[in-house]
C-alpha cells in the first residue's frame, strides 16, 4: 500500500489543523492505512512542493515538512530509501546510443498527411 504526501499541509490537511477533532481524524484516517497495509506500507514523502498562484512570493517549490503524525522517536522504526538511489550513474553519464532512433519530424509529417487525405 502507498500513502502518498505525508507531509504537514496534506497529512493532516491544512483545512483540518484549526480544530483538535479534525486532527485527529486525520490520525486515525493515517491509522487506517498503515492497518489495511498487508504486505508492504509505502510512505511517501515529496522533498518539495510547486505551489503557484501565491500572491506575495510568486511561483515557487517549498520544502516539506514530514507529517507530525510521524514524530523522531519513531523513525529508527522506519526504512528511509531517497530517489534516485544513491550509487547509481547521473543522468547526464547514461548512454542512450543503444536507444532506438525516431524520427519525431516525419512522424509528425506522417500524422498531417493522414488528417489531409481523411478531410478529402
Known sequence: MFVLNVVDGCMPSDLGTGQSQAIEEERRLLYVAKARAKDDLHLMLPQR??????????????????????????L??????????????PAAQISFSQAPR???????????????IASV
Request: glycine share 8%; charged share 20%.
Open 76 to 89: 529508527s522504526l522506519f526504512q528511509s530509501v531517497a530517489w534516485p538511489l544513491f550509487g547509481t550513474a
Open 102 to 116: 525516431i524520427d519525431v519530424a516525419a512522424k509528425m509529417r506522417g500524422m498531417w498527411r493522414q488528417k489531409d
Open 49 to 74: 512542493f510547486f505551489t503557484y498562484g501565491q500572491n506575495r512570493m510568486g511561483d515557487r517549490h517549498v520544502y516539506a515538512a514530514r507529517s507530525r503524525f510521524i514524530p523522531d522517536a519513531l
